[in-house]
Structure formats: C-alpha cells, structure tokens
C-alpha cells in the first residue's frame, strides 16, 4: 500500500479540489482527509459515517474548590497566569503543563484530559474515507493528523486496497510535519502568486528534509504566466517533478456549488482534462 499527500504550503490553492478529483480517478483507494483543522473534503465526498469516535489530547486543570485551602502554592507555580485570585482555572489560558496539579499538597487540582474534536470512518461513493474534526480552537492537531492517517492507512489493509489518497493540511507547521513521514510521495499544488511561490519553497524544503519524493501541479497557472514559470524552475532547480498545469476553469467552483468532483461535473472541460493528465503523470510516478 502506498500513500500520496496532497500538500499546498498555503491555503486557498484548490488543493482539495484536485483531490476530490483524483478520488474519482484512481482505483482501490481509501480517501484521507488530514487537513483537519478546515476540513472540508467531506463537501464533496458527502461521506456516510460509519463509525465516530472521540479524539481526546492534551489536559486542562480544574480546582477542587472543596479540597482548595487557597494556599497559594498553584499560583506562584504558573507561569501563564492561569489561575485567578479566588483560585479558578481560566481555560483558555491553561496550557496544560500540570504544574499545578502536580505540586498541589491537598491534591485539591483535577488534570482531566480534553476532548478536543471527533474522527470518522466512513463510506462515499468512491470508496472508504477516515477523517476528522478538530474542535474551535483546539491544539493537538499534529496527534489527530496521525491518528487518521494511521486509521486511514488501517482501512486500506482490512480492505485489501492499494492507495491512500491524503488531502494534507496546509502551511509547513506541526500537522504538515506529522502528515508527511513515511508517505510514498507528496504532490505540491501551488498558486501562481508571490505567496504561493514563496510558501510552496517553504514546504519544499520541508518534504526535502524528510526525504519524500516530491512532484509539483501549478493550479490556475494561466491568470499569472510568469510567476508559474517561476515556480516550476524553482521545482526543476530542486529535482522536484514538475507533472502539470491547471488553467483557471469557473467549472470547479460550480461544481463545489453541487457537491461534485469536476470529473463528475464536467469531464470534458479544460481544467477536468488537465487534472486527468496530472493524475496519469502522478499514477506513473508512483
């Protein structure tokens, strides 16, 4: 079994929607939607959950008012001032360290852990899906990126199936980093921009330090010539295989509109053709 991230170094560069249409292109799959902090890949795949399970990480402190002799000791040891005078844990600034818990000699402060969001395993019409959503504002993300991708890679194996298909988070920061180890190859899909040359370098780099080969599509790349050019001699500068480019085609956004992939929208429009191309450049990589 192999698995291919789809990764974008930023935001907003039609990264899900090129996976969205790989997933009605490639066989014997399971789709991975590890871009849990803004998933959205269930938009189109409209899953039906099979199984949900709660994804619980990391600790806040609670005091036990009726154990507290308010001495004092768990306010001194914070260094996030956390923790108000009349000895309430502010949540939000907790950073769940367990200083307090720790070192409280009437044992009077829980440190339970936090449920931080839910994962899913679920069916849709193109085959089994694992994905997740991380809670407003909750941290851990990097864990429940690992946790699906190992629960994604689990289905692939129960069912007998070849590919783990992985939409990755975006940006080069700590769910990045857990989305890319041991993966058989990352595409990067990047905008023809200044930020989205500057941030597909970043996450580049990245995929070059964890040794995974790398293969790089320009999406929209004809509303900025220049800079897609640009890009992809960066790519070739770095031995990064350069497998297409995306015109700018108003079909993917109408097909979002209805829940469908371009494929299944319009098979014959030009930004289906090239991502058809992609998809065969890719499946010959990998």
């Given at each position: 079994?192999k698995?291919?991230?789809i990764?974008?170094?930023?935001?907003?560069?039609?990264?899900?929607?090129?996976?969205?249409?790989f997933?009605?292109?490639?066989?014997?799959k399971?789709?991975?939607?590890?871009?849990?902090?803004?998933?959205?890949?269930?938009?189109?795949?409209?899953?039906?959950?099979?199984e949900?399970?709660?994804?619980?990480?990391?600790?806040t402190?609670?005091?036990n008012?009726?154990?507290?002799?308010?001495?004092?000791?768990?306010?001194?040891?914070?260094r996030?001032?956390?923790?108000?005078?009349?000895?309430?844990?502010?949540?939000?600034?907790?950073e769940?360290?367990?200083?307090?818990?720790?070192?409280?000699?009437e044992?009077a402060?829980?440190?339970?852990?936090?449920?931080?969001g839910?994962?899913?395993?679920?069916e849709?019409?193109?085959?089994?899906?694992?994905?997740?959503?991380?809670?407003?504002?909750?941290?851990?993300?990097?864990?429940?990126?690992?946790?699906?991708?190992?629960?994604?890679?689990?289905?692939?194996?129960?069912?007998?199936?070849?590919?783990l298909?992985?939409?990755?988070?975006p940006?080069?920061?700590c769910?990045?980093?857990?989305?890319?180890?041991?993966?058989?190859?990352?595409?990067?899909?990047?905008e023809?921009t200044v930020s989205?040359?500057?941030?597909?370098?970043?996450?580049a780099?990245?995929?070059?330090?964890?040794?995974?080969?790398?293969?790089?599509?320009?999406?929209?790349?004809?509303?900025?010539p220049?800079?897609?050019?640009?890009?992809?001699?960066?790519?070739?500068?770095?031995?990064?295989?350069?497998?297409g480019?995306v015109p700018f085609d108003?079909a993917?956004?109408?097909?979002?509109?209805?829940?469908?992939?371009?494929?299944?929208?319009?098979?014959?429009?030009?930004?289906?053709?090239?991502?058809?191309d992609?998809?065969?450049?890719?499946?010959?990589?990998?």
């Open positions: 079994m698995e291919i991230v990764i974008s170094g930023k935001g907003g560069t039609g990264k899900t929607s090129i996976v969205a249409a997933a009605s292109l490639a066989e014997d399971v789709l991975c939607d590890a871009d849990v902090d803004a998933a959205d890949l269930h938009l189109i795949m409209n899953p039906e959950i099979k949900r399970h709660d994804f619980e990480s990391g600790h402190a609670i005091i008012q009726d154990k507290c002799t308010e001495c004092g000791i768990c306010r001194d040891l914070c996030w001032n956390a923790i108000s005078e009349d000895f309430v844990v502010d949540s939000i600034e907790c769940g360290c367990g200083v307090c818990h720790y070192f409280c000699p044992e402060i829980d440190f339970p852990l936090n449920t931080c839910e994962w899913y395993l679920s849709t019409r193109f085959g089994p899906m694992a994905h997740a959503r991380l809670g407003i504002a909750e941290e851990n993300s990097g864990k429940l990126v690992t946790l699906i991708r190992q629960q994604g890679k689990k289905l692939a194996e129960e069912k007998n199936l070849d590919l298909l992985t939409d990755g988070p940006g080069i920061g769910p990045v980093i857990a989305s890319l180890g041991g993966a058989a190859a990352v595409l990067i899909v990047s023809p989205g040359r500057h941030d597909m370098e970043r996450v780099e990245l995929a070059a330090f964890f040794k995974v080969p790398t293969m790089l599509c320009v999406n929209k790349f004809d509303l900025n220049d800079q897609g050019e640009a890009i992809e001699a960066f790519a070739r500068e770095k031995n990064i295989s350069v497998i480019r108003p993917f956004t109408r097909a979002m509109v209805q829940s469908k992939t371009i494929v299944e929208f319009d098979s014959r429009s030009e930004g289906c053709e090239a991502v058809k992609i998809w065969e450049n890719l499946a010959k990589d990998l």
